[in-house]
């Protein structure tokens, strides 16, 4: 069984930024990729970022790129997603889930873990 609770969302004004945290419990973490999805009220849940087993490969939605960074940290079991330059399309709620597998992939039908997610609103 793996556990995954999320944390860091809150409240900033467009161009502002969030780290984000996800920290898993079990001892496939270092072994699985990781990915954040977020959905917005009204839409579909969508992806946002992915990273392999490793954190050698990441993979991000066209909408994030240059904006977003995931990374993981294996020793504390914690993935991360820092988000700059944040803007009011951003809003949603964003939630970390595991890969059954080892690479980093958009799929969500992929993920077979989900946390229960962290607010994040931007404000214009």
């Known amino acids: 069984q793996v556990q995954l609770v999320e944390s860091g969302g809150g409240l900033v004004q467009a161009g502002g930024s969030l780290r984000l945290s996800c920290a898993a419990s079990?001892?496939?973490?270092?072994?699985?990729?990781m990915g954040w999805f977020r959905q917005a009220p009204g839409k579909e849940r969508e992806f946002v970022a992915a990273?392999?087993?490793?954190?050698?490969?990441?993979y991000y939605a066209d909408s994030v790129k240059g904006r977003f960074t995931i990374s993981r940290d294996n020793a504390k079991n914690t993935v991360y997603l820092q988000m700059n330059s944040l803007k009011p399309e951003d809003t949603a709620v964003y939630y970390c889930?595991?890969?059954?597998?080892?690479?980093?992939?958009?799929?969500?039908?992929?993920?077979?873990?989900w946390g229960q997610g962290t607010q994040v609103t931007v404000s214009s």
């Open positions: 990273i392999s087993w490793s954190g050698s490969y990441t």
């Open positions: 079990g001892r496939t973490f270092s072994s699985s990729a």
């Open positions: 889930a595991r890969n059954r597998g080892y690479s980093a992939k958009d799929d969500p039908s992929l993920y077979d873990y």
